[in-house]
């Protein structure tokens, strides 16, 4: 069993930074592609970014890209979150899928551990 734990939300202002951070339990998990994701007040939950096992290839979605990244350092993944807007508020969720040497994916239903999740505001 993986646990993941993550840590790094907060309240910041818009156009503001924010790094969120997520450990992943377990000697395998090193080897696990992982991803976060996202659920606003009232909506569903939605991919954020993903990457492979080994931080070679990255995936996201398009409302964030060239503003967020995303990296992975064996049982750590991270995300780098710049110029934040209003509309990036929300639960953010970091996920793992239990394939080694695995590919990222954007699908939430491949990812079989997910943390508890951090909030992120954005103030206007």
């Known amino acids: 069993q993986v646990q993941l734990i993550e840590s790094g939300g907060g309240l910041v202002q818009a156009g503001g930074s924010l790094r969120l951070s997520c450990v992943a339990s377990g000697r395998t998990s090193s080897y696990y592609p992982m991803g976060w994701f996202r659920q606003a007040p009232g909506k569903e939950r939605t991919f954020v970014a993903t990457?492979?096992?080994?931080?070679?290839s990255t995936y996201y979605a398009d409302s964030v890209k060239g503003r967020f990244t995303i990296s992975k350092d064996r049982n750590t993944v991270y995300l780098q979150m710049n110029s934040l807007k209003p509309e990036d508020t929300a639960v953010y969720y970091c996920?793992?899928?239990?394939?080694?040497?695995?590919?990222?994916?954007?699908?939430?239903?491949?990812?079989?551990?997910w943390g508890q999740g951090t909030r992120v505001t954005v103030s206007s």
């Open positions: 990457v492979n096992w080994n931080n070679y």
């Open positions: 996920a793992a899928k239990g394939v080694r040497y695995g590919s990222e994916d954007p699908t939430p239903d491949a990812y079989d551990y």
